[in-house]
C-alpha cells in the first residue's frame, strides 16, 4: 500500500528550530512535497525535493534521502505565524498523483 | 487574479441527496485533483484528471462522480452512495516546479450533511 507517516504534534518555542520527519513507503515514488495548512485554509506549497539532499528556501528547507525512504522539513526562526498544519506529500504516477501523510500540528509558543 | 475558485464555501445537505461542488481554475493547468479533508487528518485524493475528457480515481472514489468537460472546470458530485459524506472538501490544478507537480489549492468547500 502507499502509506506516509509524520508526528501528530510538534511543539516549540518562538524562534527556535523545528524538524518535522516523514517517512513514507509509496510505489512509484517520484518525490517529496510539503505543503502548510493554517485552521480553515488551503494548503499552500512550501518545498518540493526531486533529488537527494537538501533544498533551501527562505526560512525553511527540506530533506529527502531516497534509499531511507525518509525526508523532513526544517523550519528556522520561528514565528508565532508558523502554528500550522504542516504535510508531507509523495508524488507518484510519474508525478502526477500526489499522496499525503495525516499531517503534523506544529505550535508555536512565545 | 489565477487561482482556483471552488463554491460554495458553505453546503448543508440532507441525507440522500446528490450534491455537486464547482472547481474552476484560470490558471490553464491541465492537471485537476479533488482531495477530502476529515477532521484532523490528511488529504485524501478523490479523483484527479490529467487532461480534459479523461479522468481516474484516485483512492476514496467509491460515493463520488466527476466530469471534465472543459480544461477551466472540474465539478465533483457527491452521491447518496457516499456513506459518510460530511467533509471539507479541496479542488486543485497542478503548476509545474523544478519538474514536479506543485498543487494549487481552492479555497475548499465544507459539506455537511444533516
Known amino acids: 500500500g502507499q502509506s506516509l507517516e509524520q508526528p501528530s504534534e510538534v511543539t516549540a518555542v518562538e524562534g527556535a528550530i523545528v524538524q518535522i520527519n516523514c517517512t513514507y513507503q509509496t510505489s512509484g515514488f517520484y518525490g517529496l512535497s510539503w505543503y502548510q495548512q493554517h485552521d480553515g485554509g488551503a494548503p499552500t506549497f512550501l518545498s518540493y525535493n526531486g533529488l537527494d539532499g537538501l533544498e533551501e528556501t527562505g526560512r525553511f528547507s527540506s530533506f529527502l534521502s531516497r534509499s531511507d525512504s525518509y525526508g523532513y522539513l526544517l523550519l528556522q526562526e520561528l514565528q508565532m505565524k508558523d502554528s500550522a498544519s504542516y504535510f508531507c506529500?509523495?508524488?507518484?504516477?510519474?508525478?502526477?498523483?500526489?499522496?499525503f501523510g495525516a499531517g503534523t500540528r506544529l505550535f508555536v509558543k512565545a | 487574479d489565477g487561482g482556483i475558485t471552488q463554491s460554495p464555501k458553505y453546503l448543508f445537505r440532507k441525507e440522500g441527496q446528490n450534491v455537486t461542488l464547482s472547481c474552476e481554475q484560470n490558471?490553464?493547468?491541465?492537471?485537476m485533483y479533488w482531495y477530502r479533508q476529515d477532521p484532523g487528518q490528511g488529504l485524501r485524493l478523490i479523483y484527479y484528471?490529467?487532461?480534459?475528457?479523461?479522468?481516474q480515481k484516485g483512492d476514496i472514489a467509491e460515493g463520488y462522480s466527476v466530469s471534465r468537460e472543459k480544461k477551466e472546470s472540474f465539478p465533483l458530485t457527491v452521491t447518496s452512495a457516499q456513506k459518510n459524506p460530511t467533509a471539507f472538501y479541496l479542488c486543485a490544478s497542478a503548476g509545474q516546479y523544478s519538474g514536479a507537480n506543485v498543487l494549487i489549492f481552492g479555497a475548499g468547500s465544507r459539506l455537511t450533511v444533516l
Open positions: 506529500g509523495s508524488q507518484v504516477t510519474g508525478g502526477f498523483k500526489t499522496i
Open positions: 490558471l490553464n493547468h491541465d492537471a
Open positions: 484528471s490529467q487532461i480534459v475528457n479523461d479522468f
